[in-house]
């Protein structure tokens, strides 16, 4: 078994998610990731299961825009606001991925869908609110597992663009 398969297995991280993290150089990330077998499918699961505030969980949601995926990192107590999305990227219009779309462009299940390691290379934006926390958790590839991560650095291996795409409260 390799490297990669064997900490992927001891971590619950999805081996192809533990394979980007080691070419990242990012070993220590891996050593962090948390498996939960009650799951982390949803932020409020995960933050449940990690103890944290919803807001220190990164959700990582794949929209179509003019019917080309994209993923939107956002903290796990806001909503995406499609409009400021569209708006943001110049499309003309924006919708939520399909699920077989969101397993095909990035590789992973939704509810397991990490912000980084995806099949193909997606246009990303994140919100700037998850600036506002020394650490993010994210999820490794499977609806099981969370690594944590300080948000510049989840912005950096993501290759996002910071922006301002989460529904505004009343």
């Known amino acids: 078994?390799?490297?990669?398969?064997?900490?992927?297995?001891?971590?619950?991280?999805?081996?192809?998610?533990?394979?980007?993290?080691?070419?990242?150089?990012?070993?220590?990330?891996?050593?962090?990731?948390?498996?939960?077998?009650?799951?982390?499918?949803?932020?409020?699961?995960?933050?449940?299961?990690?103890?944290?505030?919803?807001?220190?969980?990164?959700?990582?949601?794949?929209?179509?825009?003019?019917?080309?995926?994209?993923?939107?990192?956002?903290d796990g107590a806001s909503r995406v606001d499609v409009e400021r999305v569209r708006a943001e990227l110049g499309a003309a219009e924006v919708t939520r991925a399909a699920a077989g779309v969101v397993r095909e462009t990035t590789g992973y299940a939704i509810g397991g869908v990490p912000p980084f390691g995806h099949r193909t290379r997606t246009r990303v934006l994140a919100d700037r609110s998850l600036l506002a926390h020394d650490v993010v958790w994210a999820a490794a590839g499977t609806p099981h597992a969370v690594f944590p991560i300080a948000p510049r650095d989840l912005v950096a291996h993501a290759s996002a663009t910071l922006a301002d795409v989460r529904e505004r409260t009343a």
């Open 1 to 74: 078994m390799t490297t990669a398969a064997t900490d992927a297995e001891e971590s619950g991280a999805h081996p192809r998610f533990a394979a980007a993290l080691r070419s990242l150089g990012l070993g220590d990330v891996l050593a962090r990731t948390r498996r939960f077998p009650e799951g982390t499918r949803t932020a409020a699961e995960a933050a449940a299961a990690v103890g944290c505030e919803l807001s220190r969980i990164c959700k990582s949601l794949v929209f179509a825009a003019d019917g080309v995926p994209v993923l939107v990192l956002m």
